[in-house]
């Protein structure tokens, strides 16, 4: 499913908060997202993601 919208899909915060986000986003059909790293953080964000979501997605 490709899901394109408003920025109520936007996804800030914590790690926890982003895995709360992704749960809810795979209940109504979501199996794929990407990640927009267009900020000062890029490189931490992308750490943290290795590190804290996607093996919690595995």
Same mark, same amino acid.
């Given at each position: 499913?490709?899901?394109?919208?408003?920025?109520? *899909? +936007?996804? !800030? $915060?914590?790690?926890t908060a982003q895995l709360?986000?992704?749960?809810? *986003? +795979?209940? !109504? $059909?979501?199996?794929?997202f990407a990640i927009y790293a267009m900020h000062d953080a890029r490189e931490q964000t992308i750490e943290a993601y290795g590190e804290s979501v996607i093996p919690t997605l595995s």
């Open positions: 499913m490709r899901v394109t919208g408003p920025p109520a *899909l +936007r996804m !800030l $915060g914590p790690p709360d986000k992704l749960a809810q *986003l +795979r209940e !109504l $059909g979501v199996d794929q």
